[in-house]
């Protein structure tokens, strides 16, 4: 998965520096940032970054909460690097959902290893479809069945069941669906979401029932016989 698009988060210069040059080394695109705000800035900009380094100690935002920023919207891969290494801090990362955790000061060598195991393991989940009941997303030949039937579906309508599919019993606010599947700098109103879901519900028949309206937040795609 070599040119994939890593972004590495820390306010050292020469830590930034190093990690970019090892990464350069294996052909990925290296985009840096400073601070926290900065971090969200770039990455709610590029939308197609495939893997987050992250240093927990920031100026203006710390990991933490750069993190806890990402995960409203994206479940991409993120490494927090840190100098913390009590258990309590790696176990508040792991829930918070951190893919790997390494202290520093760590082998350059290793953490590239261990960044082309996590790319590696998404590519290979990112080709296995999405199933849900008698749904079933092919990511990739980005096609959607219902049943045996093939349900033929607009770009935003694929990338919305498919934002559904992986993120089944959860309540997704507007915000949410519109950053993630209309990109962080779509200046549309979530009518368009509404519209949307409209119909796509209606493209999956009685099936469409299963995307669940919840008030006052945006809509949950929930499993059959779920009451």
């Keep these: 998965m070599n040119s994939a698009k890593i972004l590495v988060v820390d306010d050292e210069a020469r830590m930034r520096d190093l990690i970019r040059d090892f990464l350069q080394r294996e052909k990925y695109t290296v985009l840096e940032a400073a601070d926290g705000e900065a971090a969200l800035t770039t990455f709610f900009d590029a939308k197609d970054i495939a893997l987050v380094l992250l240093d927990v100690m920031m100026p203006k935002l710390d990991g933490w909460q750069v993190l806890a920023e990402i995960r409203r919207y ?61 749904l079933k997303l092919d990511r990739v030949a980005r096609q959607l069945f219902v049943g045996e039937k093939s349900v033929e579906l607009s770009l935003k309508e694929y990338e919305l ?22 990109n962080y700098n779509y200046y549309g109103d ?38």
């Design 74 to 134: 994206s479940r991409v891969p993120v490494i927090m690097l840190t100098a913390l290494g009590e258990d309590r801090d790696e176990i508040r990362g792991f829930e918070m959902g951190v893919d790997e955790y390494v202290t520093k000061p760590f082998s350059p060598r290793v953490l590239m290893a261990r960044i082309a195991a996590i790319l590696r393991r998404q590519e290979e989940a990112g080709s296995q479809p999405l199933e849900l009941g008698d």
């Design 161 to 182: 069941m498919q934002y559904f599919l992986e993120n089944v019993g959860v309540a997704l606010s507007r915000e949410a669906i519109l950053n993630h599947v209309w």
């Design 190 to 227: 979530a009518r368009t979401i509404d519209t949307h879901v409209k119909k796509l519900r209606s493209k999956l028949g009685p099936l469409g029932d299963q995307i669940k309206t919840v008030w006052g937040v945006g809509y949950k795609l929930e499993a059959p016989g779920h009451e």
